[in-house]
Nanobody, 129 residues
C-alpha cells in the first residue's frame, strides 16, 4: 500500500509556471509507475504524464508535450510535474497516481486512469487569462 500527497498547486497567470510534487509513503516507491492526471469541472479525468519506475521513460499527453516535464526521485520518494507556459485550459485538479501491478512499462496502458491502483487527493491549479 502507498499513500500519495500532492502539493504545489495554486493560482498563476497565463504563461506562468508551477511545479507540482507528489510525496509517497509506504511500500518501495521505486516499484511503482507514477502518473499525473487532471480533471476540470464537468470533464472526465484525463492523462497528463507518466514516468517509468527508473525514471528512464516518460510519456506525455499531446496537449502538454513540450511544456510539462515529469520526473521522479526514488531516493526521496517523490514525483514532480514541472509545468511551464501555462494556459487557461490547464486549469484543473491535478492528481498523482501509482501502479505496481503491471510488469514492465507500457505507455499505452498507463494513459488510462484504470491502470492505476493508488491515487492522491489532488491539488488545484488555476491559470488566469
Amino acid at each position: 500500500q502507498v499513500q500519495l500527497v500532492e502539493s504545489g498547486g495554486g493560482l498563476v497567470q497565463t504563461g506562468g509556471s508551477l511545479r507540482l510534487s507528489c510525496a509517497a509513503s509506504g511500500r518501495a516507491f521505486s516499484s511503482y509507475v507514477m502518473g499525473w492526471f487532471r480533471q476540470a469541472p464537468g470533464k472526465e479525468r484525463e492523462f497528463v504524464a507518466v514516468v517509468s519506475r527508473s525514471g528512464g521513460s516518460t510519456t506525455y499527453a499531446d496537449s502538454v508535450k513540450g511544456r510539462f516535464t515529469i520526473s521522479r526521485d526514488n531516493a526521496k520518494n517523490t514525483v514532480s510535474l514541472q509545468m511551464n507556459s501555462l494556459k487557461p485550459e490547464d486549469t484543473a485538479v491535478y492528481y498523482c497516481a501509482a501502479d505496481s501491478t503491471v510488469r514492465g512499462y507500457s505507455a499505452t496502458y498507463y494513459r488510462s486512469a484504470g491502470g492505476y491502483e493508488h491515487w492522491g487527493q489532488g491539488t488545484q491549479v488555476t491559470v488566469s487569462s
